[in-house]
């Protein structure tokens, strides 16, 4: 490795060595050369080397920034050719170094410090509160919003309204709705507006009037009467974005308290991470978990309205201690390359405090290893741990990521619009946050370090089952095809982007039977081979782990899961369907109808929203 074979640069090649930097390999293309070489260039710079394969190979794992002594290390662990080696590794990378291909982290930092030092022009917040079905869940959100919500209280964001979307749809919990809507309006200062079925159906028929054009695409996006039986979460949620179109909002679900509680861990400085870097807590009550409770002084309200909207220059400054190539130290290059010093926290997400949120219990092959030991440390059963729902989920640092996932607590920048929500069926927010990502490639997410008290009125201890992860025909598959970044999005605009994704809906839509059937062949095997190097992860985790003797359960999924797994990846779908008796099968008809819907849909929305700044009704 140590021997370049080849080297061209287009621009002229510096032999001193650069400062001690961390630098990291991101942005640059690998093009198949001749004879066993690779050419890698600079997607920026246009800066050129030739290297040899086994190099190229090898830069591969320098992804994030790091001392280049460092590099060199890790190399010589991971690539067994490479022991012994760590001088002549450490030349080679200075060579990659020089040639100008590695990223180094105080070009980073530069360039996510810039930006303009005016005021920003920070309009009244709007609240949402999505509720269906549940006044007392309600009653007990607003109880708890109006202390926060009276002037002298320390409070210091402004708020415009509150909207209450109502998709309740038993006429009782209307009217319950109404009456809990109007004793709030009564004893508080700030306008709550009950968006009842009367008051949507008066909005839609404005909007048809206005957008005879788009009628359709109302109908799909905002009508729950449309959807029959159907959940509705997305559509709940496109009504609150409707509302507040051009403004900055915070959406709460209406089975929370809004009260901030600090991690029970050691919070950590602010870093640029993953949803990858969430964390969990287990307690084996809530009796248990309330005796863990660290509340927050300050108002959630006043902790989200900090950053919805912000600048990343802005909220960086505000940190404390000066921002250093240091701080930058095992973050993803490629991940902070996206970003610059004017990028827009279009979202803020928060943790769980309570109940997780979850359905069934392989959440759980998503968490790293701290939190799945300290499940495994327990007395009770994992499965006894899991019908308490009693967790901790969520972040120690504010955490900068590119894409939003679920929150029960949602800041949205809609001063530029948003994506809509798909209307019905579960995962329409993970859908929602890599639309974000693709509609705005640049905006980043702040999941912020504390989480809010989620406690629902219903038992859920019936959602905890474990069952081996195979791929169903559902919104995931919509969202990986979604989530696979072309090369040629950056630099277009908004509208250029949304109307891409539009068609890559469409696209879906317009396959022929066997190319579709082909196409979610395939993404099932992807989404497979994601589990099952989950699933040996967490085989590694069980087998370390002192005390098995409480979890045989979990012992038994992961081997199950292991075996059904890799049957899965080697066998052609329909044999494995008939040996198990699963059903991988989809509507294709209802897809095509509803996807082309869905298409129309999401280049009508920014028409929609730009007509509901100027809404009559809500006046």
């Known amino acids: 490795m140590a021997e370049l074979h080849y080297q061209y640069s287009t621009a002229s090649t510096s032999t001193e060595s650069r400062p001690i930097d961390p630098v990291a390999f991101a942005g640059v293309s690998t093009l198949a050369g001749l004879s066993n070489t690779v050419v890698l260039q600079d997607k920026q710079s246009d800066r050129r080397m030739i290297v040899t394969a086994d190099v190229a190979a090898a830069l591969a794992h320098c992804s994030t920034y790091l001392p280049l002594g460092q590099h060199a290390k890790n190399l010589c662990t991971a690539m067994p050719p490479l022991r012994g080696q760590e001088a002549s590794v450490t030349e080679t990378l200075k060579q990659v170094a020089q040639s100008g291909l590695l990223t180094s982290a105080s070009e980073a930092v530069k360039r996510l410090s810039q930006g303009s030092t005016s005021a920003q022009d920070q309009q009244p917040l709007h609240l949402c509160v999505i509720t269906k079905d549940r006044p007392e869940a309600l009653q007990r959100l607003l109880n708890s919003m109006s202390p926060q919500l009276a002037m002298g209280k320390g ?27 109007a004793h709030f309006n009564a004893s508080n200062t700030i306008k709550l507006e009950h968006v009842d079925i009367g008051l949507k159906t008066r909005i839609m028929a404005e909007l048809r009037r206005d957008l005879p054009e788009h009628a359709e695409s109302l109908e799909f996006l905002l009508d729950t009467a449309f959807w029959g039986n159907y959940p509705s979460y997305g559509a709940a949620r496109n009504w609150a974005q409707l509302l507040t179109a051009g ?49 927050a002084t300050e108002s959630p309200l006043d902790l989200m309205a900090d950053h919805v909207g912000e600048r990343l220059h802005k909220f960086i400054n505000r940190q404390s201690g000066a921002f250093k190539p240091s701080d930058l130290v095992g973050a993803n290059a490629a991940q902070v390359n996206r970003f610059t010093g004017t ?17 069934g219990g392989n959440w759980l092959l998503n968490l790293k290893e701290s939190s799945v030991q300290r499940l495994l440390d327990l007395s009770s059963s994992i499965s ?14 504010t955490t900068i990521t590119p ?22 069926g579960r995962g329409e927010d993970q859908l929602f946050g890599i639309m974000t990502q693709r509609i705005y490639p640049d905006s980043c997410v702040a999941n912020l370090p504390w989480s809010v008290p989620h406690k629902p009125l219903e038992n859920r201890a019936h959602r ?16 990986s095809w979604l989530g696979k970044e072309p090369e040629a999005q950056w630099g277009r605009t908004p509208d250029s982007l949304l109307r891409q994704v539009a068609d890559e809906v469409r696209y879906l839509c317009d396959l022929q039977s066997s190319n579709l059937e082909a ?20 085989q590694k985790i ?22 059904v797994l890799g049957e899965f990846i080697q066998m052609p779908q329909e044999a494995f369907a008939q040996k198990h008796q699963e059903n991988f099968a989809f509507d294709e008809e209802n897809m095509r109808v509803q996807g082309l819907a869905f298409a129309q849909a999401i280049e009508a929305w920014p028409h929609i929203l730009d007509a509901a700044k100027n809404l009559s009704t809500t006046r």
């Not at 109502?166 to 109404?178: I, L, T, V, Y």
């Not at 209406?254 to 870093?271: E, G, M, N, R, S």
């Not at 002192?546 to 359960?553: F, L």
């Open 542 to 563: 069980m087998d370390s782990h002192s005390n098995k003797t409480r979890h045989h359960a979990w012992e038994n999924f992961l081997r199950e899961s292991d075996q």
């Open 464 to 479: 905890n089952g474990l069952r081996p992860p195979l791929p169903k025909p559902n919104t995931t598959l919509l969202s």
């Open 247 to 295: 403004h900055r909002a915070i959406v709460l679900d209406d089975d929370i308290l809004l009260q901030a509680i600090a991690p029970p861990l050691a919070q950590k400085p602010w870093k640029f991470g993953s949803l990858q870097d969430i964390e969990a807590a287990f307690y084996t009550s809530p009796q248990e978990q309330a005796k863990h409770t660290l509340a």
């Open 343 to 359: 990028s827009v926290i279009k979202l803020c997400q928060v943790g769980y405090w309570g109940d997780p949120g979850t359905q």
């Open 155 to 181: 409070r210091h964001t402004d708020f415009a309204c509150i909207w209450v979307i109502d998709d309740s749809r038993e006429p009782e919990n209307q009217r319950k709705n109404a009456q809990v809507c």
């Open 384 to 397: 006894e741990t899991l019908d308490a729902r009693s967790v901790w989920l969520g972040f120690r640092a």
């Open 519 to 538: 196409l979610v062949r395939k993404e099932f095997l992807e989404l497979a081979i994601h589990r099952l190097s989950q699933v040996k992860t967490q």
């Open 403 to 424: 894409y939003a996932a679920m929150s029960a607590m949602t800041g949205m920048d809609n001063t530029t619009p948003l994506p809509p929500y798909l209307p019905v």
